[in-house]
């Protein structure tokens, strides 16, 4: 709803099917993500001081998979933003364990934020499941009806909005959240696109996605499981309630979401606001340059003030050189998949829409021969020409029986059949329903192009366009 506000504005202003149509998306989630960085950056400060927010506000923007994802058009990304907006609201324990006097006004705007969040990604409640834990363990039986109450509201507000919306565009009463839940966690549609074992958020995926942070937040999780032990006091070391919360909210999510046996990187971007916060209250106390006083010394284990001093200034130095360190591999690699990676898939649309909508445009369809989802397709393509692309769809029917294979798995056990099966639709072979004419553009990667040469050569088609995408041999090469 919100990019189709966006494409009606540009084009009232006629600015539809030029660049505008590609930029302005991109900038629509531009603004969520600094909504998810000023919201950290904030909640860093009122949680643990100026100097843990820096840190925290470094974190997230050196992230490689911040960088790299946080601008994409997917519902995880505005998941991530409308988290770390609701933690910012959020009734956090300060030192002493309690809780502000003005949270009434501040914890119902979180709770609806956070609803909304759950709403579109019914995982993100296990995030708030934990935090609500936290936040009744710590109010009195008043403190707890009211909060139980705001929940209740908010709840059904959202459920009947959400309700409501659906029921407008699918023309009967549907619950979106419901059935994605059913659909991927109890009848596993989602392990159609891939398996993983039980600790790959914990072995792979979150040593990806919290690659900048994985130091100062295991550095923070061994101080808080000192303070646990009694070897830590307060907050000190990131050993107290704010932090000890954080890293249960990122272990229970990691935990929860490792119950499902379909995982990906994207599923745990929720997870990067609050790591940036606890790693940079963790950073911000390795950093500090602060004297040893004498009663500190036998502690620290060095023989006068000055030598203590001079280890804590060396240990910062070293902290801030790894730190810097991790940030500009962060930053390379972001550039490197933001810039180079898979970019053919996405230059090659741009060619077309410029073929299509010039005044001698000759496309009167596109045929894209690779695996679904390689293209953005009508997003950045934008003219009314016919577009055949390879589907994945899953088995949502199960009265299939046996195994199930989708047109990608069809299209590449026996490219040539496919052709003559689900492209030609000229009588070599009954096509079906699923049969399209064949277009005036094909386009495809180059590993395919030796094998499919033949077939495309005679049916008139000329190599007219090559992009690379890949620093491997898989290049959009576009055919007329």
Not at 122 to 146: E, F, H, K, Y
Not at 348 to 361: C, E, F, K, T, Y
Not at 370 to 384: A, E, K, Q, R
């Amino acid at each position: 709803m919100v990019f189709e506000g966006l494409y009606r504005g540009l084009a009232a202003v006629g600015l539809d099917g030029t660049d505008a149509l590609v930029i302005a998306p991109r900038l629509v989630m531009a603004a969520f993500a600094t909504a998810a960085d000023v919201a950290a950056f904030c909640l860093a400060a009122r949680l643990f001081g100026s100097g843990a927010a820096r840190w925290s506000l470094f974190l997230s923007l050196s992230s490689f998979f911040g960088l790299y994802c946080s601008t994409r058009t997917l519902s995880n990304c505005t998941e991530t933003s409308l988290t770390a907006v609701a933690m910012y609201l959020w009734s956090w324990p300060d030192a002493s364990g309690k809780v502000s006097k003005k949270w009434q006004i501040a914890q119902l705007l979180s709770l609806a934020v956070a609803a909304v969040a759950c709403i579109m990604r019914p995982t993100n409640a296990v995030i708030w499941l934990v935090m609500g834990d936290d936040l009744l363990s710590r109010l009195d039986w008043r403190g707890r009806l009211q909060l139980l109450l705001q929940v209740a509201i908010v709840g059904v507000a959202a459920v009947g909005l959400s309700v409501a919306v659906d029921w407008w565009f699918y023309g009967e009463p549907v619950f979106t959240p419901w059935i994605f839940a059913y659909k991927n966690a109890v009848e596993g549609i989602a392990s159609y696109y891939g398996t993983h074992p039980w600790h790959w958020y914990f072995s792979q995926g979150a040593l990806v996605v919290l690659a900048t942070h994985m130091p100062a937040l295991l550095w923070a999780a061994t101080q808080a499981l000192r303070a646990c032990s009694g070897h830590s006091d307060g907050d000190n070391g990131g050993g107290g309630p704010s932090t000890r919360l954080a890293l249960t909210v990122i272990g229970s999510t990691l935990g929860a979401l490792s119950l499902l046996p379909h995982k990906e990187f994207r599923f745990a971007m929720p997870l990067l606001p609050v790591a940036s916060v606890v790693a940079g209250r963790a950073l911000d106390e390795l950093t500090l340059f602060q004297a040893v006083t004498p009663a500190a010394i036998p502690e620290n284990g060095v023989k006068d003030g000055r030598a203590a001093a001079a280890a804590a200034a060396s240990t910062a130095r070293r902290v801030t050189w790894g730190m810097a360190g991790l940030a500009a591999v962060g930053v390379t690699v972001a550039g490197y998949l933001g810039a180079v990676h898979q970019s053919g898939v996405v230059r090659v649309m741009g060619w077309l829409r410029d073929q299509a909508s010039g005044s001698d445009g000759h496309v009167d369809g596109v045929l894209f021969l690779m695996p679904c989802h390689s293209t953005p397709l009508y997003s950045h393509l934008h003219v009314d020409v016919p577009v055949r692309a390879i589907e994945c769809e899953p088995p949502v029917d199960h009265h299939i029986i046996g195994p199930y294979a989708d047109e990608t798995d069809l299209f590449y056990a026996d490219p040539r059949r496919f052709l003559r099966l689900y492209a030609a639709g000229d009588g070599e072979e009954d096509g079906g329903a699923a049969a399209v004419r064949w277009p005036s553009h094909v386009v495809l990667f180059e590993d395919l192009r030796s094998e499919l040469a033949g077939v495309l050569a005679g049916r008139g088609y000329v190599e007219e366009r090559r992009g690379v995408g890949f620093l491997q041999r898989r290049d959009a090469f576009a055919a007329t």
